[in-house]
């Protein structure tokens, strides 16, 4: 069966003449781009000849792209968080330089460096994420790459003349950028690596496997290297103007990427919400009017992309507001973890809880290669909570050796995000909504780490010193992680009866499911766009993002 192309129209003849709305119908969210094409992308052009006006099937990516295209384009993508990974990592081994060197910079005021780049993700990724997905990750990734070398450079002149202001400057700037280009690679990762029927399996687990590794590879280059470069220049500051450079050849990367883009036909191009919009614009009952940017009909189509996402996105994505912010709380404090319950030196408890970086490096790859494979994700969120569980069990309440609950540590982290990261393409199949749902996740994982650092500091605070000062953290986070092993069940259940049971799937049986299914079948259960659960995913973001900045202006700045 064969529909046609998208046309992109929320009122037309047809619908003016289409029955009464039935009350279950009333709920739904009404999307620009439901009718889609089940054959796949066309790339046609308009009677005027625009190149802007694309006939595609949102859901599908580079059609009729061979890996000769696809393997450049996935390797250029893959560096392009090289420098802003390099830049973040390289600030932390410097705390004590920069308050030795830098008149007035106190442990306060390089807390103040540290988080200027975080604070701002509570909701930058969701606007970046639908500046993405409306102009394009191609276009975005060039204006976040400038933004992170301005941030960069101005934080080298910083160092450079010992500038406290300039260095908090650059870091801003560099997180305006830094969050923006994680959302464009994300998007463009989907683009790449989906499989189709007649482009073959898609590799989109192992892809963003690998691209977590690469993150953790470019991180641990900036933190063992910072020190090393001041001391054989004999200028600290070096290490920043390094990060600019690698920042730098990034942009270069990232300016040969869409080069490489443009050179190939219109059909193996990312679509762009713009380029749709303009579309409908064209074909509506207004066509003689032009299509003016900031103009009402202009900010209609940039806000669909929330409106878009199906609810299973935002049912999976509200159950797990705190479950990132647990982990991230484990990893930051494990050195000190180590250190207390065993009563290590502090170099010794560096160099184990170092070890949970390592592995994470070569698992977290073939982790995705799995899905991609044998399928039955949400299988790996039971099993990773579980071991995470018995980590936290074993490094609280145990007198094993700390290497133990280290490596099953960062077994169980070599799991723990790609299950969810590699199921939002599936959950939100559209690329014209892919961005603003990988914001969304970004931003709640944001707040929710804000959240999880504060209050586990906050209890650890309330807890007597001592071997047992963690003590009260463990059991705060060993009940989150005993949730988490009930909804990884409870996906399960939900995504064969209301998902559509693709996360279940390997590559080969969903490109085959996608194939057979009609429309009808794309919009049943939880996989269309639901106006109840959007609210709600809106309404609970707002509400983590203010206590995200409450707590944080409490806690931090406030004592």
């Known amino acids: ?166 260095i908090l400057g650059g870091q801003i700037i560099f997180g305006l950028g830094s969050t923006t280009i994680e959302t464009a690679q994300s998007k463009l990762y989907t683009h790449w690596a989906r499989g189709s029927v007649d482009g073959g399996a898609g590799w989109m687990g192992f892809i963003y496997g690998l691209d977590i590794a690469m993150g953790r590879v470019f991180n641990l280059m900036g933190r063992l290297s910072s020190i090393p470069i001041g001391e054989s220049t004999g200028k600290w500051y070096w290490s920043f103007w390094v990060s600019a450079i690698l920042c730098a050849v990034t942009l270069l990367l990232n300016v040969a990427y869409v080069i490489l883009e443009r050179s190939l036909p219109e059909r193996m191009r990312v679509v762009t919400g713009r380029q749709i919009a303009r579309r409908s614009a064209a074909s509506d009952a207004d066509a003689g009017k032009k299509f003016k940017p900031l103009s009402k009909r202009h900010f209609k189509y940039i806000s669909i992309s929330i409106a878009a996402i199906p609810a299973a996105f935002w049912l999976v994505t509200m159950s797990q507001i705190l479950q990132a912010g647990t982990v991230n709380a484990y990893t930051s404090n494990l050195a000190e973890m180590v250190e207390v319950t065993r009563g290590t030196t502090k170099l010794t408890a560096g160099y184990t809880s170092s070890l949970s970086q390592v592995i994470p490096i070569v698992l977290t790859p073939l982790v995705g290669l799995a899905f991609d494979l044998f399928g039955r994700r949400m299988y790996y969120v039971s099993a990773t909570a579980a071991l995470w569980v ?26 723990n995000a790609i299950p969810f990261i590699a199921s939002i393409p599936l959950l939100v199949p559209s690329q014209i909504s892919i961005g603003t749902a990988f914001g969304i996740w970004k931003a709640f994982n944001s707040a929710g780490s804000t959240i999880m650092d504060v209050s586990t500091g906050a209890i650890q605070d309330l807890t ?17 992680k005993s949730v988490d092993v009930l909804f990884g069940l409870g996906y399960h259940m939900l995504d064969k009866r209301y998902f559509g049971g693709f996360l279940l799937l390997n590559e080969k049986q969903r490109i085959n499911k996608e194939a057979e299914e009609t429309e009808k079948h794309r919009m049943e259960g939880l996989r269309k766009p639901i106006r109840s659960w959007t609210l709600a995913g809106c309404c609970l973001l707002s509400a983590m993002v203010v206590t995200s900045y409450v707590v944080y202006v409490v806690y931090s700045i406030g004592t």
């Open 1 to 166: 069966m064969s529909s046609p192309p998208v046309l992109l129209k929320q009122e037309s003849a047809a619908q003016a003449a289409s029955p009464p709305e039935t009350p279950e119908a009333k709920d739904k969210v009404e999307s620009p781009w439901v009718r889609a094409n089940e054959k796949g992308r066309e790339a046609s052009q308009g009677s005027d000849g625009d190149e802007d006006t694309v006939a595609v099937h949102p859901g599908v990516g580079a059609v009729g792209a061979t890996w000769k295209q696809r393997i450049p384009a996935l390797l250029i993508i893959l560096f392009l968080t090289l420098g802003s990974n390099f830049a973040q990592s390289s600030l932390s081994p410097l705390k004590s330089t920069l308050k030795k060197e830098i008149k007035g910079v106190t442990n306060a005021r390089y807390g103040a460096i540290a988080s200027a780049d975080s604070l701002i993700n509570g909701v930058l990724p969701i606007f970046s994420g639908i500046v993405i997905d409306y102009y394009g990750p191609s276009m975005a990734s060039i204006w976040s790459s400038t933004f992170i070398l301005l941030g960069t450079v101005l934080r080298a002149i910083g160092g450079t003349v010992g500038s406290f202001s300039l």
């Open 464 to 480: 007597p010193t001592g071997t047992k000062q963690y003590s009260n953290v463990f059991y705060f986070l060993i009940a989150l």
């Open 390 to 415: 018995l980590v936290f069990s074993l490094l609280g309440f145990s007198d094993v050796h700390p290497l133990a609950p280290v490596i099953l540590g960062s077994v169980a982290l070599s799991s």
